[in-house]
């Protein structure tokens, strides 16, 4: 019983996004090898959403940031594994405040590269069908929607993420933010999300994170978004 306290929670982190890895996934997804969580190729250049975010930062976020979170989540996961080894439940316990932070933070990042598009793909192209209705009935209009998961970026006191979520029992569409690196889980499904950490933009936009905010629409794949809404 004890070695399998901390079985299913990793084991439905896994699940989450599970699939075959490629040399080149194209669209990012959520990739495991051998048990392990790999970094997601992007399906565009790191410097393809210029100028709304820069190459370098791109570079950066996904190669060093996104990739530090692989590399910790594995490594709790090993941790996890020794300890139900050694059937030490307070070890595994322990443990679970990492996997959250580091596996949310390759959950989070890789929704989010999913979430982002040059306009040659059609980056900031506005959402059509149910999303288009379900964001005008909840929010008025696009513009409105806009204004308001900004508002939701800019009251984030330190780090985190603002998300476009849908009730899985509702349907019903809204806006939550989330501190740090905390997953969309549970009630809630993610459609669309933005990093607030500052490395997402202070490299580019410094202080000005409202620029950053006003900037990432032009870039936003709403094609995605749709395809996660239901």
Same mark, same amino acid.
């Given at each position: /019983?004890?070695?399998?306290?901390?079985?299913?929670?990793?084991?439905?982190?896994? !699940? &989450?996004?599970?699939?075959?890895?490629?040399? !080149?996934?194209?669209? &990012?997804?959520?990739?495991?090898?051998?048990?392990?969580?790999?970094?997601? %190729?992007?399906?565009? %250049?790191?410097?393809?959403? #210029?100028?709304?975010?820069?190459?370098?930062?791109? $570079?950066? *976020? *996904?190669?060093?940031? *996104?990739?530090?979170?692989?590399?910790?989540?594995?490594?709790?996961?090993?941790?996890?594994? $020794?300890?139900?080894? =050694? $059937? %030490?439940?307070?070890? @595994?316990?322990?443990?679970?405040?990492?996997?959250?932070?580091?596996?949310g933070g390759h959950i989070n990042h890789t929704l989010f590269w999913e979430n982002l598009a040059p306009k040659s793909a059609g980056g900031g192209e506005p959402p059509s069908g149910a999303l288009a209705s379900a964001i005008d009935g909840s929010f008025g209009?696009?513009?409105?929607?806009?204004?308001? /998961?900004?508002?939701?970026?800019?009251?984030?006191?330190?780090?985190?993420?603002?998300?476009?979520?849908? %009730?899985?029992?509702?349907?019903?569409?809204?806006? =939550?933010?989330? &501190?740090?690196?905390?997953?969309?889980?549970? @009630?809630? =499904?993610?459609?669309?999300?933005?990093? &607030?950490? $500052? *490395?997402?933009?202070?490299?580019?936009? @410094?202080?000005?994170?409202? #620029?950053?905010?006003?900037?990432?629409?032009?870039?936003?794949?709403? +094609?995605?978004?749709? +395809?996660?809404?239901?």
């Amino acid at each position: /019983m004890a070695a399998s306290l901390f079985r299913t929670s990793t084991r439905s982190v896994l !699940r &989450a996004g599970a699939s075959s890895v490629t040399p !080149r996934a194209g669209v &990012a997804g959520l990739t495991f090898a051998r048990g392990k969580a790999t970094l997601p %190729d992007l399906s565009y %250049d790191y410097g393809a959403l #210029e100028p709304s975010i820069s190459g370098k930062i791109m $570079e950066l *976020h *996904h190669k060093n940031h *996104h990739q530090t979170y692989v590399n910790s989540y594995n490594a709790a996961i090993e941790q996890v594994q $020794e300890a139900q080894a =050694k $059937e %030490d439940i307070a070890a @595994q316990i322990s443990l679970k405040p990492l996997i959250n932070f580091h596996g949310g933070g390759h959950i989070n990042h890789t929704l989010f590269w999913e979430n982002l598009a040059p306009k040659s793909a059609g980056g900031g192209e506005p959402p059509s069908g149910a999303l288009a209705s379900a964001i005008d009935g909840s929010f008025g209009s696009l513009n409105e929607f806009q204004s308001k /998961m900004n508002a939701a970026l800019a009251g984030i006191q330190g780090s985190g993420w603002a998300w476009l979520v849908q %009730d899985k029992q509702t349907g019903a569409i809204g806006i =939550k933010t989330y &501190a740090n690196q905390d997953p969309v889980v549970g @009630q809630f =499904k993610p459609l669309l999300g933005i990093d &607030a950490w $500052e *490395h997402a933009y202070y490299l580019q936009y @410094q202080n000005r994170k409202a #620029e950053y905010f006003g900037a990432i629409w032009d870039v936003i794949n709403w +094609k995605t978004v749709e +395809k996660r809404f239901s």
